[in-house]
């Protein structure tokens, strides 16, 4: 079967939902495509507070967010196809997509990926052992516990400690399961005070930092962990039943690499610039899949930042100057966007996000082109691994438009 | 006693004429053999004997997947002949059964002034071998055939006919087979003793009871040399081989579209890269010799050695992410050919040290040890009006999968249901694995029938989906433990 329209979103998580609420709004034929039952995405399962607050101006939880944003994305007009796999490319704009009624061709004029991000699991880390039942990630724990009402164990571990951790900490005591220990390769742990030192009082969790899990032990079901206190080189056995990796975010890029779009190898995201435009004409990409990852809030921001790009480009604008590629430079691993396009307008809310590999109390932003300081900021929120680093997309405001390279990183 | 699986519950009575010890790919194509044969007018009964709870669940289900030539095996041998036959053998039954195959071809790379220099010998060895297709070639062509090679390849030898196989299709199509013609799959049943009463029966003493047979076929493949034991005998030694393999993201198959092979050198057996029959490439294996024989952890010193390899042989394979790691247990033994030997007194036959090429050698093993009891007096011919082979669901990346096609999806909506998203694996597929004749114990057995979560998000977003379809069919795998 075929199917023509507009615009075809990947992916009806917060940022794919929220760009075809305001690309239908703008009265344009718009398809989200959504593999699992229901949109949604990853909020449906994480069944917490603290949802909505950057786009909505409110907070609620996981859930109530999710459907929030497919209502309105329905009441705009889009179309919301769910069990609606997309298997590959058919064309520049058109895709392959499997669902329960058959095999559709998509054809549209433009497309917005966004698939989002996923947590590397065990074996992605390469944490060697046995590989006994109860390895899992947030994802698969939170839908367990969330989606199905299913069982896990009664001790866990949790390996990271990052706001993705405190998540499945959560998780975990309202399944009956107890976090013995949560580690974290950093010096300290990651997340927002704010919610470790409640953290910590309320969930009792114990946090392991500078320390890594380098064996699991147990044949049919977990018996133990290997830790290793990276500053001693120390090692310890912890008696578990469970273990949760949390964080280590990878997007869901197979889609944007089988169109060959360029790639950050950073962040393993399609790079986009300040239009959230990829290297391919008329295919964008938002939220999670840029960068790996931000709250669903500033996805959804993402979502609302590319429609009058969208338009733009169905309205034939042409894209305007030659862009200048944004690095990220040390502490940093990766930068989004990757490109600024003079005269393309600011990035999604003012902000260069950027993902620190270490602590640093205090920020001082330092931003570079050929050689020359073109900005120094110090920033009064601290850089803090496992969550994105925010930087106003001011400080490139005295860039060359015609220079090379613009580099951002900690003096 | 009757066919049909059993998980739990006393073993059925009556005497069967073949009990066949392990159901790993030998025992399965032992087994669909001699199901398949009749003795005096009357259909052999066959028993598959089986410690764990499926079928290829020990070391059939980890190795490196490769249907070999035999161009490199030691002329003369057992092994050689056998690898030969069976390769064309599993060819053959490969297509009939619809287990996926892909013949990419392998190239063995030099990567020293010694390596290169031995690749006349391996040619040569080859044509011994009755291979005929070797061809040396020089370093542009190696380059020419697997561009992303590391930097200092010196010349190559190409085996066109290498080729790679699913393995668990494989011995779960003979096991299929082997119930359709009527033999009985006894899983969760370990052999802990024997009893000879000196007349024609044997009584194997197992977990779940006594199990009486007229004759024995030993294929415990890791145990083999513990069940020879059983018999008396004091003939080889089973040392576990591990062996350590990562398997890297679909997103690196272009990289590897053939079997690159090291040259055996004094240097040690350097490890492979190789294409996966589920399109991903795999890097591996490593090579120690265990004590414990369930051993199959995997090991920091293992990952740390394969990494190291990985990024001289293919620096842009180690960019793609980790999809998989497993380690296989070989059943290596001191000997340096299978150790098949009839006992025609005892009616006892076993197959061991069938190390890494038992895939391949599987079929024709299974002919073999057919030809073997007959001189022992079992003389059997192949029955009548078999059933057709079992037509298995294909998992494998280069055929048509059932989220592809629209006649399908059209007929069962099913099939156009994908829960495993990685893998693109169906509603459709998760269902027909668990209704099929001999369904998955576990997750396990779900993913090597279906590739369900075998995928690069191991389990993220489909994980407890797929547990969910796989929980209201629990077999009794629980209580039988």
């Keep these: 079967m075929n199917l023509t329209t507009d615009v075809a979103v990947v992916g009806g998580g917060p940022s794919g939902l929220t760009a075809a609420a305001g690309l239908a709004a703008a009265g344009l034929r718009v398809l989200v495509l959504d593999r699992e039952r229901e949109a949604g995405g990853i909020p449906r399962h994480s069944d917490h507070t603290g949802y909505g607050l950057r786009d909505l101006r409110t907070v609620m939880t996981g859930p109530a967010y999710a459907r929030l944003l497919a ?3 329905l009441e705009a007009g889009a179309l919301v196809r769910t069990s609606a796999m997309v298997t590959g490319w058919a064309g520049e704009h058109a895709l392959d997509v499997t669902t329960p009624e058959g095999r559709l061709r998509v054809d549209a004029r433009a497309v917005v990926l966004a698939t989002g991000a996923r947590e590397r699991p065990r074996t992605a880390r390469m944490v060697p052992g046995d590989r006994p039942a109860g390895v899992l990630t947030t994802g698969q724990l939170q839908n367990v516990v969330h989606l199905h009402h299913g069982k896990v164990g009664t001790r866990a571990v949790i390996v990271g400690a990052e706001l993705v951790s405190w998540s499945a900490a959560l998780t975990l005591r309202t399944a009956g399961c107890r976090t013995v220990l949560m580690t974290s390769e950093h010096d300290r742990a990651e997340s927002y005070a704010a919610f470790s030192v409640p953290g910590r009082a309320v969930l009792r969790v114990p946090v392991a930092t500078a320390t890594r899990v380098v064996r699991i032990n147990g044949r049919d079901t977990v018996e133990s962990v290997e830790i290793e206190d990276l500053r001693t080189g120390e090692r310890r056995t912890v008696p578990c039943d469970t273990v949760v990796f949390t964080g280590g975010w990878i997007p869901d890029h197979e889609l944007a690499r089988a169109a060959g779009l360029a790639m950050d190898p950073g962040s393993r995201s399609p790079v986009v610039d300040n239009a959230l435009a990829t290297s391919r004409p008329g295919v964008f990409a938002v939220g999670n899949l840029v960068h790996p990852v931000d709250t669903a809030d500033v996805a959804a921001l993402d979502g609302r930042h590319v429609v009058r790009h969208v338009l733009a480009y169905l309205g034939g604008t042409p894209t305007g100057a030659e862009a200048i590629p944004l690095r990220a430079g040390a502490p940093f691993r990766w930068v989004s966007p990757g490109l600024v396009r003079p005269g393309a307008g600011a990035p999604p809310r003012r902000r260069i996000l950027l993902w620190p590999d270490e602590h640093r109390a205090v920020a001082r932003v330092m931003v570079t082109q050929d050689g020359r300081e073109i900005a120094r900021r110090t920033l009064p929120w601290p850089v803090s691994p496992g969550r994105v680093f925010r930087v106003p997309s001011s400080l490139l405001s005295g860039a060359d438009p015609h220079g090379g390279p613009i580099t951002v990183s900690l003096a | 006693m009757t066919g049909g699986v059993s998980r739990s519950g006393p073993l059925p009575d009556g005497t069967v004429d073949v009990a066949v010890v392990g159901g790993g790919v030998v025992g399965a194509a032992v087994a669909r053999e001699l199901a398949g044969r009749e003795h005096d007018g009357r259909a052999l009964s066959v028993a598959l004997v089986e410690a764990r709870p499926d079928v290829g669940d020990g070391t059939s289900k980890a190795n490196t997947a490769i249907l070999h030539t035999g161009f490199d095996a ?17 060819g053959g039954y490969a297509e009939r059964a619809g287990i996926p195959v892909e013949r990419t071809g392998a190239l063995l790379v030099a990567w020293t002034g010694e390596e290169l220099a031995a690749l006349p010998a391996l040619a040569d060895k080859a044509v011994k071998n009755g291979y005929r297709q070797c061809e040396i070639v020089g370093a542009d062509e190696v380059y020419g055939l697997v561009p992303a090679l590391g930097p200092g390849a010196l010349g190559g030898l190409t085996v066109p006919g290498e ?13 299929t087979e082997a119930l359709a013609r009527g033999a009985g799959v006894l899983l969760n049943t370990r052999v802990e003793g024997v009893q000879r009463d000196g007349g024609e029966e044997t009584v194997l003493l197992t977990n779940r009871g006594p199990l009486r047979a007229r004759w024995v076929v030993n294929a415990a493949g890791l145990g083999s040399d513990a069940v020879d034991r059983l018999f008396g005998h004091e003939r080889f030694t089973v040392t576990p081989r591990r062996g350590e393999l990562l398997v890297f993201d679909k997103m690196a198959r272009p990289l590897a579209n053939r079997i690159v092979l090291p040259v055996p050198s004094s240097r040690g ?20 010799d265990l004590r414990d024989r369930a051993d199959t952890s995997t090991s920091e010193e293992g990952f740390a050695f394969l990494v190291d390899k990985g990024l001289a042989l293919m620096p842009e394979l180690l960019k793609e ?13 001191e000997h340096g050919d299978y150790q098949v030997h009839l006992d025609g007194a005892e009616r006892y036959l076993v197959l061991g040290g069938i190390r ?11 002919e073999h040890a057919a030809g ?6 079992l003389v059997t011919s192949v029955r009548d009006e078999l059933p057709e082979p079992p037509r298995m669901p294909n998992i494998g990346e280069a055929f048509p999968r059932p989220y592809m096609c629209d006649d399908l999806i059209a007929g069962d909506p099913a099939y156009g249901t994908v829960v495993c998203f990685c893998e693109r694996v169906t509603a459709g597929e998760i269902r027909d694995a668990l209704a099929s004749p001999l369904p998955p114990a576990d997750i396990d057995g779900l993913r090597r029938r279906t590739r369900a979560m075998m995928g690069r998000c191991q ?9 969910r379809r796989l929980a209201p069919v629990p077999d009794s795998v629980e209580e039988s433990r």
């Design chain 1, 71 to 73: 209502n309105r994305a």
């Design chain 2, 74 to 90: 030691t002329p003369g041998t057992l092994e050689s002949r056998l690898v030969r036959r069976g390769y064309e053998l599993l």
């Design chain 2, 163 to 175: 080729s790679i196989i699913c393995p668990w299709t494989t011995t779960l199509a003979f096991a």
């Design chain 2, 269 to 288: 057996k350097g490890v492979l890269i190789s294409p996966t029959i589920y399109g991903n490439v795999m890097l591996g294996p490593t090579a120690e």
């Design chain 2, 321 to 333: 992410e980790v999809t998989a790691s497993y380690a296989g247990l070989r059943a290596a033994t």
């Design chain 2, 356 to 366: 890494s090429t038992g895939l391949t050698s599987s079929m024709a093993l299974a």
């Design chain 2, 372 to 377: 073997l009891l007959a001189e022992a007096g």
């Design chain 2, 459 to 467: 389990g993220f977003f489909c994980g407890a989906e797929v547990g």
